[in-house]
């Protein structure tokens, strides 16, 4: 177990010391109390004159840093014995109390950075017997005795920016456990070579930081006394040719493994710099923003043992074969910035790399160079990853067969070509590289048509990148035919809009695709197979699309169920497509779906049971729609399992039916992450509720509710029967009122069909006409009279002597018949529709007789033959209607349905 932690030590101490900053975590929400979880009191940055004594006694790490601290006294932390850890950084305390460890027995970590410590005694840490980490930066301290002789279990040691005069922090052997030990930015410009006898027998300090000071002097075995150090930090170190010297030649008799000597000024590298160092067993070598402009020829000979050099952030002007001959066992280069545009086009020559026949990673982030030739990589034969992202190499623009042939014998697994300025990709340009199973090809300039050929000869790839391409790329169903073992395509702002949408679809060859990134393309047609067959499709982003459309029940040929090829989906991204409706079979199947982002559209009402097959929904982002209501219909399944929901940004309805359930799972829920639930779940309606938290409203509220649903659900019936009544009266009252006679009649017996049935009539028909008709009715109807058939005409058969009313009524009740003509001049005739047909509509009616036949003579509305005459088609039984035909060939069949109809009974209506 010690030595696990042994070499996890170092490590943690290099990347603190890299994180910019103070070694602290500082809160970066304003608080006005402590905040405590898990044991841990975080009590920073409250403005703090003393230690809060309300805190639980059970506590094991208490953070004061950022206050007003002027002192620490034992007293005041009596009542959390427990405490391992203590930080009261950037306070102003002037010592350290003798009697902290006695009060606080197991502290392990005391962290008092930036304070104003001025004195350090044995007496002041003499207790603190269990301390592992003591971080005394930024202070101003003058030793006195041997302060740190009693902590024999000590691992890390903090005193930079102290303004020590000296590395020699006792005098007697001490710190026996010490892993790290930070003097950086002190004031020392000598090491003598007793200045770490005190630490003579820790044989466990691994981490020497002594960066940014002028060290002018190095004695000769300096070092010896910790010459089991195997990581040392000089930067910002400026020590001169003849000092770096020096340096190198003390830690050749050292286990030294990693060395970090940036901003040193070493512009220069000769044969001779790193000569010291050949007997060590450097691995590690960082050196890195030194403004190197020339890298001399066999610089690194001495370094056989080499695996990881950083050269970034230099101005090198060349690279030769010469440049890292020697290096042997690299598997690690990092140039990033190293070779750039300065007064001067920095220069790769053919077989540059060829020494580096271990290397596995090259980084050349952010480089230029004239070019990359035929033999620019030649040589690298172990070399897996080539990053040469946001790179300026006019090689690249236009990439063909022959532009990195270079790398035919590297077994390349990683190639990055992110941000080179690729306008276009020939066929089989990347056909050498046999075993490269990632390709990014992001933030470019490709504008062409991919055939598929593009990508021949890479039979093993797996993961193409091409987003954020700044022109647009076309496809065709064989685009990707190359690469059946494609899992990770990323396509996003790259494609024209209509490129997806095509039979076959150009992803169907990846059959073995999980994921899949189409966003940010302006896409408004899919065809519902465009997924078809990739059934590991796991992870589909669309968002940022126009894809509303599709989706709409309106949509010509309904909507296109995309979506019903990937069952096997775990993450899906729609937001920002514009989406308003959601078909109730859109997400059908999609049991595996885990995170759902639907935000920033304008999603309003939802069908029930839209998420009813989400049961294995973890993460669902709706944020920024139109959602008025979340009703348990539509959000129960979803919602059982969800362990992150976002839905801010929705003009809520804060009533009973609208909100009531979705509070009541808020304030039960103890599973569900919800960000920003008080401040952005606002309700929009109802104004009582306008602008206030959702969960403001009170639940409690709508328990009352059923009397008045009940009298809701009466008082809507009752309107309806009203507003239902109101049309068959209006529309179908004549109607009603018709057989409503008809039946009163019939039930009281006022018919007189019995007693006039069996009577002779004279007449077979009383004939009503306008006066203008009397010419048709004399040519058409007069001829058909003969013994068997008989009309009434009141100009030729009124009774003499008597009046014309009297008359009339009485030539009506002698025919069994009324016959109307009816014409437009027969409904303007106010003495027929007032007086004649107003009695022979009470005849029919009151006598409750089949006695009325109409024979049009022009097409008159209905409405109109019940405005004038008080008659519609539907009183009367269809053969008593009769059309008198346009077609003369059509008069005989006129004539016998209309002596049909002369000849019915007057039988009583059914």
């Not at 901003?263 to 450097?282: D, E, R, S």
């Not at 960082?286 to 020829?297: A, L, P, R």
């Not at 140039?335 to 596995?360: G, N």
């Not at 069952?567 to 059908?588: K, W, Y």
Request: hydrophobic content about 40%; aromatic content about 8%.
């Amino acid at each position: 177990m010690m030595h696990v932690l042994n070499s996890l030590l170092p490590t943690m101490i290099i990347i603190c010391y890299f994180m910019p900053g103070p070694h602290t975590c500082v809160a970066l929400q304003k608080k006005n109390s402590c905040h405590v979880h898990d044991g841990i009191a975080d009590c920073s940055h409250l403005s703090l004159t003393a230690v809060p004594s309300d805190l639980p006694s059970n506590i094991i790490s208490l953070d004061l840093s950022h206050n007003r601290l002027k002192g620490i006294p034992p007293v005041s932390l009596a009542p959390y014995p427990g405490l391992r850890r203590l930080i009261v950084s950037h306070n102003s305390i002037t010592k350290l109390d003798p009697g902290l460890c006695q009060t606080l027995p197991l502290l392990q970590t005391l962290n008092m950075e930036h304070n104003q410590v001025y004195v350090l005694k044995k007496e002041d840490v003499n207790h603190c017997t269990n301390l592992t980490w003591l971080i005394m930066a930024s202070n101003k301290l003058k030793l006195q005795g041997e302060p740190f002789s009693a902590l024999q279990r000590l691992k890390v040691l903090d005193v930079s920016l102290n303004k020590l005069r000296s590395a020699k922090l006792g005098t007697q052997t001490q710190l026996p456990n010490l892993v790290s030990l930070n003097l950086a930015l002190n004031d020392f410009t000598t090491l003598k070579k007793d200045d770490f006898l005190f630490l003579e027998h820790s044989s466990s300090l691994l981490v020497l930081n002594m960066s940014f000071m002028s060290l002018k002097t190095l004695e000769p075995g300096c070092f010896t006394p910790i010459s089991g150090l195997r990581t040392l930090i000089m930067d910002g170190s400026n020590m001169g040719t003849l000092g770096f010297s020096e340096l190198c030649s003390e830690l050749s008799g050292t286990a030294i493994e990693a060395v970090y000597f940036r901003k040193m000024k070493l512009a220069t590298l000769t044969n001779t710099t790193f000569k010291a160092l050949q007997k060590t067993n450097l691995t590690y070598l960082d050196i890195s923003h030194n403004d190197m402009v020339t890298i001399g020829d066999g610089s690194f000979l001495w370094l056989s043992r080499l695996q990881t050099l950083i050269l970034s952030d230099n101005i090198i002007k060349q690279l030769n074969k010469n440049t890292f001959q020697g290096l042997k066992s690299l598997k690690k280069l990092q140039m990033t910035k190293a070779l750039v545009k300065h007064h001067y086009i920095p220069t790769i020559e053919d077989f540059s790399f060829q020494p580096l026949s271990a290397l596995e990673s090259l980084i050349l982030q952010k480089t230029a160079a004239q070019k990359i030739t035929e033999h620019t990589f030649t040589g690298l034969t172990s070399l897996k990853e080539l990053d040469m992202s946001w790179s300026n190499y006019t090689s690249l623009r236009i990439i063909n067969n022959k532009t990195l042939v270079s790398l035919a014998g590297s077994p390349l697994r990683k190639l990055n070509l992110t941000g080179t300025a690729i306008s276009q990709i020939d066929p089989q340009s990347f056909s050498v590289l046999k075993n490269l199973t990632m390709l990014l090809l992001n933030n470019n300039f490709i504008k062409q048509i991919l055939t598929g050929k593009e990508f021949e000869g890479l039979d093993q790839i797996e993961e193409i990148y091409m987003s954020n391409n700044q022109q647009t790329v076309n496809l065709i169903s064989t685009s990707f035919v190359n690469v059946p073992n494609l899992r990770v395509l990323t396509l996003g702002k790259t494609l024209k809009a209509e490129a997806v949408n095509l039979d076959p679809s150009p992803f169907s060859p990846l059959t073995n695709l999980t994921f899949l990134d189409l966003s940010n393309n302006n896409i408004a047609n899919i065809r519902e197979d465009m997924l078809k067959g990739l059934a590991y499709l796991k992870v589909l982003k669309l968002q940022h699309n126009n894809l509303a459309r599709l989706w709409k029940s309106a949509n010509l040929g309904g909507p296109v169920l995309f979506l019903k090829h990937s069952l096997s989906l775990v993450t899906l991204q729609m937001d920002s497509n514009g989406l308003d409706e959601i078909p109730a079979e859109a997400l059908r199947g999609l049991g595996n779906l885990r995170n759902l982002n639907l935000s920033s559209n304008l999603l309003n009402s939802l069908k029930d049971s839209i998420f009813g097959d989400l049961n294995s929904l973890r993460v669902i982002n709706l944020q920024k729609n139109l959602i008025t209501a979340v009703r348990p219909e539509v959000f129960k399944t979803p919602l059982s399992n969800i362990s992150l929901l976002v839905m801010d940004k929705n003009p809520f309805d804060c009533t009973c039916e609208t909100i009531m359930w979705f509070v009541t799972w808020l304030n039960e829920t103890n599973m569900t992450h919800v960000p920003g639930l008080r401040d952005q779940y606002l309700c929009n309606t109802p104004l009582a509720y306008f602008n206030r938290s959702i969960m403001e409203f009170d639940p409690l509220s709508c328990k009352d509710m059923t009397p008045f649903q009940t009298l809701y659900i009466l008082t809507s019936t009752a309107v309806i029967m009203l507003m239902v009544s109101a049309f068959v009266v209006r529309y179908q009252g004549w109607r009603i009122r018709f057989y409503w006679n008809i039946l009163i009649n019939r039930t009281l017996g006022f018919s007189d069909t019995h007693a006039a049935e069996g009577q002779e009539f004279e007449y077979d028909a009383y004939i009503i006409h306008a006066e203008q008709d009397s010419s048709w009715v004399e040519r058409r109807l007069s001829p058909l009279e003969n013994d068997m058939c008989r009309f009434c005409l009141e100009d030729r058969d009124s009774l003499p002597g008597m009046s014309q009313p009297d008359s009339i009524l009485d030539n009506m009740r002698r025919s069994r018949k009324i016959l109307f003509v009816v014409t437009e001049t027969l409904l303007k005739d106010p003495w027929c529709t007032r007086f004649i047909a107003q009695h022979a509509i009470h005849r029919d009616i009151e006598a409750n007789r089949d006695s009325v036949i109409l024979v049009f003579l022009q097409d008159v509305h209905d409405y109109k033959l019940s405005r004038s005459l008080y008659l519609r088609r539907g009183m009367l039984r269809p053969c008593c209607i009769l059309d008198w035909p346009v077609h003369k060939e059509r008069v005989p069949a006129f004539h016998q349905k209309l002596l049909m109809a002369l000849g019915m009974t007057n039988r009583l209506k059914d």
